[in-house]
């Protein structure tokens, strides 16, 4: 059975990066992984100015609002690097939030999908054949947690 996700409200929102949980990472904390993705893009860019005001942003869907502003410059790499940043934010979520970890490691090895209509890239778009970049993502991540707990039994 595929698990779709998408609003935090909805089934399984805890996927979705706008879901309240913060993570610490590059010697901060960021109050949600779609906060931290989005001041990414501009790393290293002639707007870097805009990076403390999507720390800042009072919700997800502002600092979303923030970064996705078409008049600012993004990073030369982001299109390089944003898969790998968003993997680094999404498994530190899943490994500082115990309660979240264990809702991810029960959906076992279920096909994950994150059913936006509008991001065919990040999730599976409108006619859901998208690149579910998301999904594969927290798959992956799923895997990785599942591992490393299998050593942790195993060294105990
Ligand atoms: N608009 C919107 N609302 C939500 O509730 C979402 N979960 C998403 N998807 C997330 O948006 C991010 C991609 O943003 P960019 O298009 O790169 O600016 C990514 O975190 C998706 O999972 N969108």
Same mark, same amino acid.
């Given at each position: 059975?595929?698990?779709?996700?998408?609003?935090?409200?909805?089934?399984?929102?805890?996927?979705?990066?706008?879901?309240?949980?913060?993570?610490?990472?590059?010697?901060?904390?960021?109050?949600?992984?779609?906060?931290?993705?989005?001041?990414?893009?501009?790393?290293?860019?002639?707007?870097?100015?805009?990076?403390?005001?999507?720390?800042?942003?009072?919700?997800?869907?502002?600092?979303?609002?923030?970064?996705?502003?078409?008049?600012?410059?993004?990073?030369?790499?982001?299109? =390089?690097? @944003? $898969?790998?940043?968003?993997?680094?934010?999404?498994?530190?979520?899943? !490994?500082?939030? +115990?309660? /979240?970890? *264990?809702?991810?490691?029960?959906?076992?090895?279920?096909?994950?999908?994150?059913?936006?209509?509008?991001?065919?890239?990040?999730?599976?778009?409108?006619?859901?054949?998208?690149?579910?970049? =998301?999904? @594969? $993502?927290?798959?992956?991540?799923?895997?990785?947690?599942?591992?490393? !707990?299998?050593? +942790?039994? /195993?060294? *105990?």
């Amino acid at each position: 059975m595929t698990i779709y996700f998408y609003k935090v409200w909805q089934p399984y929102g805890c996927f979705s990066n706008f879901s309240p949980h913060g993570i610490h990472i590059d010697g901060a904390y960021w109050p949600t992984v779609e906060h931290y993705y989005q001041a990414q893009k501009f790393v290293g860019s002639r707007d870097a100015a805009i990076i403390p005001l999507i720390h800042a942003a009072a919700t997800p869907e502002e600092a979303a609002t923030l970064g996705r502003s078409g008049t600012r410059q993004l990073r030369r790499d982001w299109d =390089l690097v @944003k $898969t790998q940043i968003m993997r680094e934010a999404v498994l530190k979520k899943f !490994l500082t939030h +115990t309660d /979240i970890r *264990e809702v991810l490691l029960k959906t076992g090895d279920e096909i994950l999908v994150e059913n936006s209509p509008t991001d065919s890239f990040w999730g599976c778009g409108a006619n859901k054949s998208g690149q579910n970049h =998301l999904g @594969k $993502t927290l798959m992956s991540v799923r895997e990785e947690i599942r591992n490393l !707990l299998s050593l +942790t039994v /195993i060294y *105990e």
